[in-house]
Antibody, heavy 118, light 110 residues
Framework: QVQLVESGGGVVQPGRSLRLSCAAS????????MYWVRQAPGKGLEWVAV????????FYTDSVKGRFTISRDNSMNSLFLQMNSLRTVDTAIYYC???????????WGQGTRVTVSS | QSVLTQPPSASGTPGQRVTISCSGS????????VSWYQQLPGTAPKLLIY???QRPSGVPDRFSGTVSGTSASLAISGLQSDDEADYYC???????????FGGGTKLTVL
């Protein structure tokens, strides 16, 4: 069964760090670029970061550049998002998603909730 | 303010055909493929359309996508109560080096 399962969310104070993980199963993880997409409460979808199939390139949305780092371990079929210097505006559900054909994100995890609050 | 512009809401009655628009620019829709996502309440988004007008396996042919210049549209025919959800368009943006999403359209089935 093709599946993505996120973990690592929680409540954290502003300025602190959190590391999200996404475990992939049911497909050859190393063949696909992967994304983190977030959704603030009551808001729409926002792309956070993307990493190529081999980790050779990464891109970030402007609001997280220099604070967040996307990475992957193809031997462990895992995707990560290291989030530093967290801000209240980073509060959201964070989804990992697979980049399928023609940039369609065809597989999504169930999401992990991150709340940044003092 | 989203890079791709969608109407915040749309509605229709069962059996009706509805369309949702998505307006972009030359850095996204004009030269890159458009995808559409359906998000039912409390769930993760689901891919409905990719590559402008392709449907993943399992998506009914009631859903169709079209693109013209810098605009895209999602059409849903034979509207059903289960179609009540939020719908998002997306496309790669060459100037941002990443995908951009529309603000989402909340579809209500009356």
């Amino acid at each position: 069964q093709v599946q993505l399962v996120e973990s690592g969310g929680g409540v954290v104070q502003p300025g602190r760090s959190l590391r999200l993980s996404c475990a992939a199963s049911g497909f050859r993880f190393s063949d696909y670029a992967m994304y983190w997409v977030r959704q603030a409460p009551g808001k729409g979808l926002e792309w956070v970061a993307v990493i190529s199939y081999d980790g050779g390139y990464e891109f970030y949305t402007d609001s997280v550049k220099g604070r967040f780092t996307i990475s992957r371990d193809n031997s462990m079929n895992s995707l990560f998002l290291q989030m530093n210097s967290l801000r209240t505006v980073d509060t959201a559900i964070y989804y990992c998603a697979r980049d399928g054909v023609l940039n369609g994100l065809d597989i999504w995890g169930q999401g992990t909730r991150v709340t940044v609050s003092s | 303010q989203s890079v791709l512009t969608q109407p915040p809401s749309a509605s229709g009655t069962p059996g009706q055909r509805v369309t949702i628009s998505c307006s972009g620019s030359s850095s996204n829709i004009d030269f890159n493929t458009v995808s559409w996502y359906q998000q039912l309440p409390g769930t993760a988004p689901k891919l409905l359309i990719y590559g402008h007008n392709q449907r993943p396996s399992g998506v009914p042919d009631r859903f169709s996508g079209t693109v013209s210049g810098t605009s895209a549209s999602l059409a849903i025919s034979g509207l059903q109560s289960d179609d009540e959800a939020d719908y998002y368009c997306a496309a790669w943006d060459d100037s941002l080096n990443g995908p951009v999403f529309g603000g989402g359209t909340k579809l209500t089935v009356l």
